[in-house]
């Protein structure tokens, strides 16, 4: 129970807050919910009629997932760059050659400034194991077009990335079905 002498009772001072004209968020951790998160926004900016782009850098165009499914039906570009989980890889360089190429694409797209959000998803990834550059992630989203936002997603993101980053949500996992045996759920996971 809180206790009531830790209630706010005043609002903050917002003649101290500015305007930014694009943010750039970060969700990461080991839990789950950050591709969701990112989605949610998504969902926020086609709300204001936003142009958004999602690149995803492991998912495959053949995973069909729910939201890809309904973004894609609300106007979302949508790419699916990546060839899945490593683990299942017959050719971890082709698994790479997608992941730079997914990088390729995805800075053309931020540079463009087309889009009013664009969502990297599950980018961490590739910076993890050295297949792309951290630091020239984190310098092409400094220097993105002033009304473009982005969100980037993944486990262990880059410490360039966090640091260039508005917002920094890390996900932890409290309890997770797969710990119990139970396999992603299609409406639920994907």
């Known amino acids: 129970m809180t206790d009531p002498a830790e209630i706010p009772t005043e609002a903050p001072n917002k003649t101290e807050f500015v305007t930014a004209p694009s943010l750039v968020l970060?969700?990461?951790?080991?839990?789950?919910g950050k591709s969701s998160a990112a989605f949610g926004v998504v969902l926020r900016a086609l709300a204001m009629e936003w142009p958004v782009a999602v690149v995803q850098f492991l998912k495959s165009g053949e995973?069909?997932?729910?939201?890809?499914?309904?973004?894609?039906?609300?106007?979302?570009?949508?790419f699916a760059a990546g060839d899945g989980f490593t683990w299942d890889s017959d050719d971890l360089e082709e698994s790479k050659a997608k992941?730079?190429?997914?990088?390729?694409?995805?800075?053309?797209?931020?540079?463009?400034?087309?889009?009013?959000?664009?969502?990297?998803?599950?980018?961490?990834?590739?910076?993890?194991?050295?297949?792309?550059?951290?630091?020239?992630?984190?310098?092409?989203?400094?220097?993105?077009?002033?009304?473009t936002n982005v969100v980037l997603t993944g486990r262990d993101m880059a410490p360039e990335v966090i640091e260039i980053a508005h917002t920094v949500t890390e996900m932890n996992s409290i309890k997770h079905a797969f710990d119990q045996g139970i396999v992603a759920k299609k409406g639920i996971d994907y």
């Open 99 to 147: 992941e730079v190429a997914a990088w390729a694409f995805a800075k053309d797209l931020i540079k463009r400034g087309d889009h009013r959000l664009i969502v990297m998803d599950e980018i961490s990834y590739a910076m993890a194991w050295g297949w792309i550059d951290p630091a020239e992630v984190a310098a092409v989203v400094s220097k993105r077009p002033g009304k």
């Open 26 to 32: 970060v969700n990461t951790g080991h839990g789950k």
């Open 63 to 78: 995973w069909q997932t729910g939201e890809e499914k309904v973004l894609k039906r609300l106007g979302v570009d949508w």
